[in-house]
């Protein structure tokens, strides 16, 4: 501090006294200011279900097509010949979590053009276990969204009873483009 700083300090300081008996004064913590918690705009169109759920058993698995999607396309996904484009691991997150990460996935997937994704959802002991319930939201989910066109469980080095491929809808832009290379082949 100069010369100047500390007499105008000492100026300003000149009508303090101090206190007397500091132990008897309580210091309080200043306030938190509140976070004002600004609303995810993605998840505003978050359309995904969580009232009751029926408990899909561990024996049964997953899969579920469209109508009009040819048999050989789901069969050619329950056996992982489809290359994974994405994933998502739900393991071990609770369940509205779960639900905003798969429509979040699910937006970008499609925003992207990207056609088969991987998700992970974890194995459950029993029925009633988090990574079953999980597992039966995801059923239901999927099954809302336009975009998916089908989804099964994974082969076993992709996670078996634990995940499953989903595949997605073409984009306008991906029909536009195999339909240019079909009609060239045709000519």
């Known amino acids: 501090m100069n010369l100047d700083e500390k007499s105008l300090f000492l100026e300003a300081m000149e009508d303090v006294k101090p206190l007397k008996d500091c132990n008897s004064n309580q210091w309080l913590k200043p306030a938190k200011e509140k976070r004002v918690h600004k609303p995810d705009i993605e998840q505003l169109d978050n359309f995904l279900t969580t009232d009751f759920l029926e408990i899909i058993p561990l024996t049964t698995l997953l899969e579920f097509k469209r109508e009009g999607l040819q048999t050989g396309v789901l069969d050619k996904l329950r056996l992982g010949k489809y290359s994974q484009q ?102």
């Not at 779960?98 to 499609?110: D, E, G, N």
């Not at 991987?118 to 099954?143: C, F, M, P, T």
């Not at 099964?152 to 995940?163: K, R």
Request: charged residues 25%; proline residues 2%; hydrophobic residues 35%.
């Open 86 to 187: 994405a994933s998502l691991n739900l393991i071990r997150q609770p369940v509205e979590q779960c639900r905003q990460m798969l429509f979040s996935t699910i937006q970008q997937a499609k925003k992207e053009g990207l056609r088969n994704l991987l998700i992970v959802h974890g194995k459950g002991r029993e029925d009633k276990s988090h990574a079953n319930i999980v597992r039966s939201y995801l059923a239901r989910w999927l099954a809302e969204f336009d975009e998916v066109q089908a989804f099964c469980s994974a082969m076993p080095h992709h996670g078996g009873s634990g995940a499953c491929y989903v595949a997605l809808k073409k984009s306008d832009q991906a029909k536009v483009e195999n339909w240019e290379r079909h009609a060239k082949r045709s000519r």
